[in-house]
């Protein structure tokens, strides 16, 4: 490491001269290590040519900066609700990839900034490691520890109303594909309904304690629902083979891989399931990566979701620092909240602005009976009393009054 002026510089082969002009730059960090890397790229650099690409670069990241006063927030809703609203977000639900259907468009759009609670199609994308994610067999290994196994997949389900039994009769084939023994089945239905099993080879029997029709038709229904293997929330997962680029210490290279699909999710089971890559796994459920990975992540998933489901419809030209924008306001308080008249529209300090939004009778009620008072400090409300509102030429205040200099 070389230390500058109290700055520590990553191991660049770059010039102590050049260092000190990167340095003295007003560029953020990430900025200063792309410099430094170009720099080294190019190789012979001279101090005034070291100079010039700094300038250059601080120059238009400079001009990318917002300007005080700018009105970021109405600018952003106008950029992203404009597409979103005005045009045709094409469909509901588009049978995704992997032949699961997935919430798209301007309905997903709707989820995400009211940062509901459940997605409609829950969906996570399941990236595997090492040895799992190029031998078949091992990626479906994976998949059978993540989908819900009923009993209906292992075999058939028949009773008996003469001796009151529940009889089921395993598929052997289909016991050693999912990694499961008949034995096993037995302990689970033992454990999840109380009652006595008889088990020989691939046949289960068991019946009510009580010879009663009801009570035998109950076990039935039960016995459907108990999950043998896998994860409750999951009902399918689909395996593809893709094209991918991987990072590896050598850098990034390509390489064919399998990924899982999953419909519904449960983000943190799965990130815990051996086999399973966790530093690329994903969900559309912001919620769930909030509770595993926090606040950051939930932040970036937000962002990611939005402009994903933007572009799938064309409209990609919407610049991301608009929906970064959204994330933040929706991440800042360390919860995600919803931009609504439960979330960040509905808890502003302007009574008027709250009004403008949803219930307007019931915010101008409760703020006359509690005596509340606005300041008319942001957009909507200026505009609602037809003031100039303060930002950009409206901060400023104009006045006149005498020269100091001048004779009476």
């Known amino acids: 490491m070389t230390k500058t002026e109290n700055v520590f510089v990553q191991d660049y082969d770059v010039d ?16 200063k290590d792309r410099v430094y890397a170009v720099l080294e790229d190019q190789g012979d650099v001279t101090i005034e040519q070291a100079q010039d690409i700094v300038s250059a670069v601080e120059t238009e990241y400079v001009e990318t900066r917002v300007d005080p006063l700018d009105p970021v927030g109405t600018v952003s809703a106008q950029s992203i609700g404009e597409p979103g609203t005005q045009l045709t977000m094409n469909t509901f639900h588009y049978a995704g990839v992997a032949e699961i259907d997935v919430t798209q468009g301007l309905p997903r759009l709707i989820e995400l900034v009211d940062a509901r609670k459940t997605p409609d199609t829950p969906t996570m994308q399941v990236h595997l490691a090492e040895e799992y994610a190029t031998e078949r067999e091992k990626a479906h290994e994976v998949v059978w520890n993540i989908e819900a196994t009923k009993i209906l997949a292992l075999g058939d389900v028949s009773t008996n109303v003469a001796d009151m039994r529940v009889q089921i009769d395993l598929n052997q084939d289909t016991l050693e594909e999912r990694l499961i023994t008949a034995e096993e089945v037995a302990e689970i239905i033992e454990d999840s309904l109380g009652v006595s099993t008889t088990q020989q080879g691939t ?31 999951i009902s399918r997962v689909v395996i593809r083979r893709e094209d991918l680029e991987v990072e590896t210490d050598d850098g990034v ?32 459920n912001i919620h769930e990566i909030h509770r595993n990975l926090g606040i950051e992540a939930a932040r970036e998933a937000i962002i990611e979701e939005t402009n994903n489901t933007l572009a ?75 003031k100039p509102i303060k930002l950009g030429t409206g901060d400023v205040d104009l006045r006149m009054g005498s020269s100091p200099n001048r004779a009476d």
């Not at 038709?217 to 994860?231: A, P, S």
């Open 16 to 31: 102590d001269d050049a260092i000190v002009i990167v340095e003295d730059s007003e560029l953020p960090r990430r900025l």
């Open 203 to 233: 046949q289960i029997e068991f019946g009510p304690e009580e010879p009663s029709y009801r009570d035998l038709l109950q076990l039935v229904e039960e016995l459907r629902d108990i999950t043998f293997k896998g994860i409750e929330d």
């Open 253 to 284: 290279e390509e390489r064919e891989e399998f990924v899982l699909y999953t419909e519904g999710s449960a983000f943190g089971d799965v990130l815990s399931i051996e086999g399973v890559d966790a530093s690329r796994t994903t969900c559309n």
């Open 312 to 386: 799938e419809q064309g409209l990609d030209d919407v610049n991301v620092r608009h929906l970064m924008l959204v994330a933040d306001m929706m991440t800042n308080e360390g919860t995600i909240e919803s931009i609504g008249r439960h979330g960040i529209s509905g808890s502003k300090d302007s009574v008027l602005a709250r009004a403008a939004f949803e219930v307007t009778v019931n915010h101008l009620l409760n703020a006359a009976i509690h005596g509340e008072i606005d300041e008319l400090d942001g957009v909507t409300e200026n505009v609602i009393v037809g």
